[in-house]
């Protein structure tokens, strides 16, 4: 593979609403980033990814985007983000804004103009239907679990959506919308924007099946049915995805990150050699315990054995074609320390454990803010402290389907997507140090204890322990086979076992982990081996509870 600047980077996400509020509104803002960049750089990563900062109503935090080329009030002004781009420059860090464009907000100036006029000129931006007994076309649902249809006032013509109806889809088919596509990347790219993370890609296709006038039979009991089938890498896709690559991201070699799962049979074309994208986020291992329920509040069972066979798979899979994107965290998760650890046993050595587990995989890396110092699930009591839009429809629709509210509240505390989106946790002073005012989220009651104040002046702290890995990864004589070596899993027959190498020409390193609260033998032989990196003091006859090793081949 040849050796693009995007291979050795390490990325740590922000999302700008509750990072830093620097103006007292309880809302974080591009001047707070800037305010932290000295913090960010001594994490020493040399990539930011910002969750959307272009003007939005907010109605989903964002990904619903009134004008591109503007940033939010609420977050900050051009000036700033050109501030953001020049201060991050000069230590050396790059920034990658969210790309948003399977769908703007209803608030955007062409829905707008297609609400007030049926004639338009930007009614091929969107998909409208028309039906002649004033019904929706068909029953299919969205992902935040309405129809994917909305009336336009009360015409007989429809909008489709494939999240909420406040985020109308573009019709990606129509060559002026697309060009107009083009022109917002080329905007942010000539600013100094390095790339993207973009958004919902996968579903900038549609299938005529999901646009077409039928019914089909529902999946639950709100009579709607599930319409991933028809919305998600339908064929054709890649004309449009080849043509932003050719138009819009080549000219700049930026790095592009698609949120998109991908099926093995057409991962060459979105990350091979000529590939659509730098990279794909995978699914497999972050939803791990939701993949393939449709039901709300449901929970797929998964062991250690699931775990381990799918981050495997999915580095196998890649390496084949290109490169990966690893991650534990994002602003669509839940804290990983609760997702992956059982309840009770979150503390440094399992937080570390798993930090090692994924960090040291064959990709680009991605820190999600607050991950590094091992922020935790909010302790939600009551739907009224919810904020997002995802976690108050599933509460609707699972309380028409007739879950109790304990099962529903149950589900979100372990599953919202508010869980990573309360403030971050800068300090013991009130509201962590995250804002003057009243934060816009309330703050994890447990700052006190987790906060990076405490963990900066700490040396066994999972931030110091974040730090090494990221020095690690970038700084040290092992970077050959930490960075570029190829990813080989070791099996062994205990599920609690993780053992994977990374192997460069001339360069072997080696990651040792027992995902275990007890001791447990050591499963490999580590006399050819140098110690890089250890989350305990030193090495025992047996492996201690959650202990994770880095080796590097003498
Ligand atoms: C992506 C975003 C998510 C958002 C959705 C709709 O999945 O990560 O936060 O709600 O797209 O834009
Ligand atoms: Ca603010």
Same mark, same amino acid.
């Given at each position: 593979?040849? *050796? ?42 040399? %990539? ?31 000036? @700033? ?18 790309? +948003?464009?399977?769908? %703007? ?13 049926? #004639? ?9 239907? !028309? ?41 990606? /088919? ?8 083009? @022109? ?31 019914? %089909?039979? $529902? ?19 890649? /004309? ?10 080549? =000219?700049?070699?930026?790095?592009? %990150? $698609? ?35 449709? *039901? ?32 534990? !965290?994002?602003?669509?998760? =839940?804290?990983?320390?609760? *997702? ?38 909010? =302790? ?34 372990? &599953? ?28 994890? =009651? ?5 906060? +990076?104040?405490? /963990? ?16 690690? &990864? ?13 990813? #080989? ?15 460069? !020409?001339?360069?072997? +390193?080696? +990651? ?43």
């Amino acid at each position: 593979m040849k *050796k693009k600047w995007w291979l050795d980077t390490v990325v740590y996400q922000i999302y700008p609403k509750s990072f830093m509020d620097t103006n007292g509104d309880g809302i974080g803002d591009l001047k707070g980033i800037i305010r932290q960049l000295d913090y960010i750089e001594r994490l020493g990563v040399n %990539v930011i990814w910002l969750n959307p900062v272009n003007r939005s109503p907010m109605r989903d935090n964002g990904y619903d985007i009134s004008d591109y080329y503007d940033i939010d009030s609420s977050l900050g002004t051009r000036e @700033d983000m050109e501030e953001l781009i020049c201060e991050a420059g000069k230590r050396h860090i790059k920034i990658l804004m969210d790309l +948003v464009v399977n769908h %703007v907000s209803c608030e955007h100036k062409w829905f707008q103009d297609v609400l007030q006029n049926p #004639e338009s000129p930007y009614r091929d931006y969107f998909i409208i239907r !028309e039906t002649a007994d004033g019904n929706a076309p068909n029953n299919f649902r969205n992902y935040f679990g309405d129809s994917v249809w909305t009336r336009i006032g009360n015409s007989n013509r429809f909008y489709f959506h494939t999240f909420a109806k406040e985020q109308p889809d573009l019709n990606w /088919e129509n060559p002026l919308l697309r060009q107009e596509i083009c @022109d917002i990347i080329l905007y942010w790219q000539s600013k100094g924007i390095a790339g993207f993370r973009i958004d919902a890609i996968g579903n900038i296709k549609k299938s005529e099946k999901i646009l077409s006038e039928c019914k %089909v039979p $529902a999946d639950g009991e709100d009579g709607l049915a599930n319409g991933d089938d028809y919305l998600l890498n339908q064929p054709g896709i890649g /004309e449009f995805l080849g043509e932003l690559r050719d138009k819009a991201f080549k =000219p700049y070699d930026s790095m592009t %990150v $698609a949120e998109v799962s991908v099926p093995q049979k057409d991962l060459e074309a979105y990350i091979g050699e000529n590939g659509f994208f730098s990279m794909v986020f995978d699914f497999s291992y972050a939803d791990i315990d939701t993949n393939g329920i449709i *039901k709300p509040c449901e929970f797929a069972p998964w062991d250690l054995k699931d775990l381990k066979h799918c981050i495997y798979q999915s580095q196998e899979d890649t390496q084949k074609v290109g490169w990966a994107a690893p991650y534990l !965290e994002n602003h669509d998760q =839940p804290r990983s320390v609760n *997702k992956y650890l059982p309840d009770g046993e979150i503390q440094y050595y399992s937080i570390t454990m798993l930090g090692v587990l994924y960090f040291f995989l064959r990709g680009t890396p991605y820190i999600y803010q607050g991950q590094e110092i091992g922020m935790s699930n909010y =302790p939600f009591h009551d739907i009224r402290q919810f904020n997002d839009i995802g976690a108050l429809a599933t509460y609707k629709r699972a309380m028409d389907a007739g879950d109790s509210e304990e099962k529903i509240m149950d589900y979100l505390r372990r &599953r919202s997507r508010d869980n990573a989106r309360t403030p971050m946790q800068w300090s013991d002073e009130p509201y962590a140090g995250f804002t003057e005012g009243s934060p816009w989220m309330p703050v994890n =009651p447990n700052f006190k204890e987790i906060n +990076v104040k405490r /963990e900066e002046a700490d040396e066994k702290s999972v931030l110091a322990f974040y730090k090494k890995m990221i020095r690690l &990864r970038r700084k040290s004589e092992y970077k050959e086979a930490i960075v570029y070596g190829f990813f #080989e899993g070791i099996e062994t027959n205990e599920a609690e076992d993780f053992i994977y190498k990374r192997i460069a !020409e001339n360069q072997e +390193v080696l +990651v040792t982990i027992n995902y275990a609260s007890r001791r447990r033998p050591w499963c490999v032989e580590r006399a050819d081996y140098d110690i890089l990196l250890n989350n305990y003091d030193s090495i025992e006859s047996e492996m201690q509870p959650y202990q994770a090793v880095v080796f590097g081949k003498k």
